[in-house]
């Protein structure tokens, strides 16, 4: 599996050697185990911002955190601070915050090959639960991005819909973890001897003590300690990564070289007096400068397929604004996109709307829409391709969101191929709240050209589509796919 590091990609390779089936738990830690950071920070930055932390909450936070993180004290006691101060607030407002801070901050702390062992476990067809001290409401979307549908966590007092402000029972740390894992093993018939468990921090000693397979991943000093001691596994995961000076500065230089290369591109054209042989040098020559200074590699599988059908419509899974920096270095020349009516006055835009000529489409104007998408069947006719994300939007995470029908009926309209292109890894060299570029290598899977679709078979056929990007990211081809 391309991207793990050899220590991870030995666990995956034990979980796959083991026991199959649901009598075989794996349970994930939230905080600093499946994600970088504390989700709980996330929340109460928030309202922080917001100005919804009074001055006496604030110091009462402060003060039993120093207790009990420093002198000694209840470390949960902090926790019962932040949820005394959720008294009032409907349980529908509380969970649609979660849902925003996901898509806004947590999503992009998710590790990467944490994402990897929990697929191995599902795999498997291991039962997989996050079990965290965490309430409901800040694992809940992480965990639906994963694919994990049990919660073993702190569960918030909530009376017609409002917060109490008190947890259901005792909060979930340390020995209370243990136990509530125990308890979800009896009810689902989990073996606890055959399950895995994965955990970061001291506290999770009695949690990981509960299975045969206990993991210290990314563990604590304190952990690691343990681990070592116990004959523990440790991981040590890469955290997503975090804009730094060099990758700012990288694509800064990138940036302006993109701009000297579309610049020299145009300047062919004028000299040639060739304006089609000039913007394909511009996209081309732009792009791969661009990729080049920011130290961006291409790993690319049937590349041959990108030049086999033209014009074509290029179909590609978007989870960042490296795609399209990818696909121009890709496909080189004689291509266009749709892009939103927003895009049009966008300034980091602007050039590459003058050299691909984009179709703009006001999706609250369905007349305008429709005449800029018959203006662009009249060019694919005539010879350009058409790269589009049929996603509609980039995705937060790796997972793949469902295909909008536009592309393939334009495609079927014209009488042209789909091509397949699967990309990995953009989101985690510039995920898709960043302005920073990242080094790092892009895997792209460029699967078999489609030649047999139509009106009546679209649905089928986009369904099966969308099932081969999902299991070409899930099962990276290390050879050409064909």
């Given at each position: ?8 990609q ?23 185990t ?5 989700t709980?920070?996330?929340f ?7 100005g ?6 604030f ?21 019962d601070?932040?949820f ?25 702390t ?8 929990v697929?191995?476990?599902?795999r ?7 079990a ?5 409401y ?36 340390g ?32 949690f990981?003590?509960s ?6 991943l ?15 596994t440790?991981?040590?995961?890469r955290?997503?990564?975090t804009p ?15 701009n000297?290369?579309?610049g ?5 054209g004028?000299?040639t ?7 394909n040098t ?6 791969t ?14 590349a ?27 496909l080189?020349?004689?291509f266009?996109?749709?892009?939103k ?9 602007m ?20 005449a ?26 790796p997972?793949?969101?469902?295909f ?26 510039m ?28 649905n089928?056929?986009?369904?099966a ?18």
């Amino acid at each position: 599996m391309s991207g793990l590091s050899p220590a991870v990609q030995a666990a995956v390779e034990a979980i796959e050697a083991g026991p199959s089936g649901p009598q075989v738990g794996a349970f994930f830690d939230l905080d600093g185990t499946l994600v970088a950071g504390y989700t709980a920070a996330t929340f109460y930055g928030d309202r922080l911002r917001k100005g919804e932390v009074s001055a006496g909450e604030f110091v009462r936070t402060v003060i039993t955190a120093v207790d009990g993180e420093v002198l000694g004290g209840d470390p949960t006691r902090v926790a019962d601070v932040a949820f005394a101060a959720l008294r009032g607030v409907s349980e529908e407002t509380f969970a649609d915050l979660g849902e925003r801070l996901f898509l806004q901050k947590i999503a992009g702390t998710i590790r990467a090959e944490a994402r990897a062992l929990v697929r191995a476990h599902q795999r498997m067809g291991h039962t997989v639960a996050v079990a965290s001290a965490a309430t409901s409401y800040q694992i809940a979307p992480v965990a639906r991005d994963l694919g994990i549908e049990h919660l073993v966590c702190t569960r918030l007092e909530v009376e017609d819909g409002v917060l109490t402000g008190r947890p259901v029972g005792a909060m979930l740390w340390g020995r209370h973890k243990a136990s509530g894992t125990r308890a979800f093993a009896k009810e689902h018939d989990v073996s606890l001897e055959d399950s895995y468990a994965y955990g970061n921090g001291y506290e999770d000693v009695a949690f990981l003590s509960s299975v045969g397979h206990p993991v210290a991943l990314n563990p604590h000093r304190g952990l690691r300690v343990a681990a070592q001691r116990l004959g523990w596994t440790v991981l040590d995961l890469r955290d997503p990564l975090t804009p730094s000076l060099a990758a700012l500065g990288r694509t800064v230089a990138a940036l302006g070289a993109m701009n000297t290369g579309a610049g020299a591109g145009l300047a062919v054209g004028l000299l040639t007096r060739d304006g089609r042989r000039g913007r394909n040098t511009a996209i081309s020559l732009g792009s791969t400068l661009a990729l080049t200074l920011t130290g961006v590699e291409l790993a690319v599988l049937n590349a041959d397929h990108l030049w086999s059908h033209r014009p074509a419509v290029f179909v590609v899974n978007h989870q960042s604004a490296l795609d399209v920096l990818v696909m121009g270095s890709l496909l080189k020349e004689d291509f266009t996109v749709v892009a939103k009516k927003e895009a049009r006055f966008d300034p980091r835009a602007m050039l590459g709307s003058v050299l691909i000529a984009p179709a703009f489409v006001d999706r609250s104007d369905s007349a305008q829409a429709r005449a800029a998408l018959d203006a662009l069947v009249e060019r694919i006719r005539g010879g350009t391709s058409l790269l589009i994300f049929p996603e509609g939007t980039r995705s937060v995470t790796p997972v793949l969101g469902p295909f909008r029908k536009g592309a393939f009926h334009l495609a079927v309209q014209c009488g042209v191929p789909i091509v397949p292109v699967v990309l990995r890894n953009t989101g985690e060299l510039m995920w898709r709240r960043s302005k920073v570029v990242h080094p790092g290598v892009v895997d792209v899977c460029v699967l078999e050209p489609e030649t047999d679709w139509t009106a009546d078979n679209m649905n089928d056929k986009v369904a099966a589509l969308h099932s081969r990007f999902a299991e070409t990211l899930a099962n990276w081809p290390e050879e050409d796919a064909g």
